[in-house]
């Protein structure tokens, strides 16, 4: 894409008013893996920023594991389902309650939203999801999405919080998702930064040659997480910001439209509510409750 169109689509963001941000958990945590109070509080400021430009917005947000890690005293993420399920359920609400005492300081409800994939995919359900999200935006409040780690098994898992994120705003038809991440974009293997991705065949013809080693991807939302993200995203009509979240004033800099991280260019027209939740649900979606 020319720099004039990568430039006048950064523009017309600008005014994007339904956003959804996702944060992984390198945004809360400090480099040894602890909840950092300082990264948690840089990222509030930044989405309370986005609120009090009356801007509806949504974050999906990792780190139930890591605060249950904490909290229980445990150095190396278990690998067995039961004993991440365990972690979840102790880290979940504790990570809520931070959110919570953070955003109501400022005059500002959260509300714990937690999906799994089964729920997204019955059509009925889909539906209710939106309306519950609808509802939480005419009363002012800041919905916070994460996966159901508790309860969900492999059948029935988004398995990264990136997908999940396309999701969420695929069912609200969101006008951008933000990616916050901890690389400033997308980078070819000769060091440099893909500023834009305008068509769906790029990403496997042109970026998916340039990725690291799957297995030396620590993070279960790695780079290849993401693009498949970009991919679903685009395919429903999404525009995907991938930003570095470290990154000072980060989303201040995207809503004035710099120069920053990878933008995935929305395919085609925007898709209506039931467009969008068959091109997610991908064949495995459900009419039935």
């Known amino acids: 894409m020319a720099e004039g169109g990568i430039r006048r689509l950064r523009d017309k963001l600008r005014k994007a008013r339904r956003v959804v941000l996702k944060a992984g958990t390198s945004m809360l945590t400090s480099p ?170 790029q990403i496997q013809r042109n970026l998916m040659p340039h990725l690291a080693d799957q297995k030396k991807e620590r993070s279960v939302g790695g780079m290849r997480a993401k693009l498949e993200a970009a991919k679903l995203a685009m395919q429903s009509g999404i525009p995907l910001w991938l930003v570095n979240g470290h990154q000072e004033k980060i989303l201040e800099k995207v809503f004035e439209g710099a120069d920053v991280g990878t933008l995935f260019v929305a395919g085609g027209r925007r898709r209506m509510s039931h467009e969008n939740w068959m091109i997610l649900a991908g064949g495995r979606s459900r009419w039935a409750p």
């Open 32 to 201: 040894t893996g602890n909840f950092s109070k300082p990264a948690f509080d840089r990222l509030g400021e930044e989405v309370f920023s986005l609120l009090r430009q009356k801007r509806q917005v949504v974050l999906v947000t990792s780190g139930a594991i890591a605060f249950g890690m904490e909290t229980l005293h445990l150095k190396n993420r278990p690998t067995d389902l039961k004993r991440l399920q365990a972690c979840a359920a102790v880290g979940q609400g504790k990570l809520m309650r931070a959110y919570e005492e953070y955003f109501s300081k400022r005059g500002v409800h959260t509300a714990q939203v937690l999906l799994t994939r089964d729920i997204l995919e019955s059509r009925h359900r889909f539906l209710n999801t939106q309306h519950t999200f609808r509802e939480l935006f005419r009363m002012k409040a800041l919905p916070i999405v994460n996966e159901n780690d508790t309860v969900a098994t492999e059948e029935i898992a988004f398995g990264d919080n990136d997908l999940l994120s396309v999701w969420v705003a695929g069912l609200l038809g969101a006008d951008l998702l933000v990616l916050l991440s901890d690389v400033d974009g997308f980078y070819l293997k000769d060091g440099s930064r893909i500023r834009a991705v305008e068509r769906l065949d």
